[in-house]
Every structure is written in C-alpha cells, then in structure tokens.
C-alpha cells in the first residue's frame, strides 16, 4: 500500500508546473529537487532507452555527463 502511494506521488511529480520529465515514475523529477542547479555527474545502471522512461536524460540535458549500462542488445545501438 506505502509503495503504491510513493508511485502514485511520483507520476504526480512527473509533470509538475510543465516541466517535461523522462523517468518511468519521476525519479528525475525527485533528484531535481535535491540537485535544482548543480551539474553533476552520473551512472545509469539498466539504462534502457536513452529517452523514454530514463532516470538521467533529464540531467545530460542540462549539461551532466555520464555513462549508461544496458545489458539489453535492443536498446545497445540506440
């Protein structure tokens, strides 16, 4: 029950004000709050597509620089 109100208040978070986030559930938008104006870098364990559900597009936007690991084949040349 906890973890379905968490899922339901990040979906809520994931369009908040208008701001187009990228992760699955809104974890972006969660690490946004944390990190609002810094430039950092990361590393995306089960990367999967490089835009479409992904925790960190956001933040390679905004000028982060990582890596992303995808074990998948399907998402490997993308």
Known sequence: ???EIIKVYLRL???RNGKAYYSETGED???EQIFAN???KY???GASHPIIGNNTYKFYKRGWQGIGIEP???YEKL
């Open 1 to 3: 029950m906890k973890f």
């Open 13 to 15: 978070l994931k369009y």
């Open 29 to 31: 938008a969660v690490i």
């Open 38 to 40: 810094e430039i950092g």
């Open 43 to 45: 590393v995306d364990v």
């Open 72 to 74: 998948i084949k399907t």
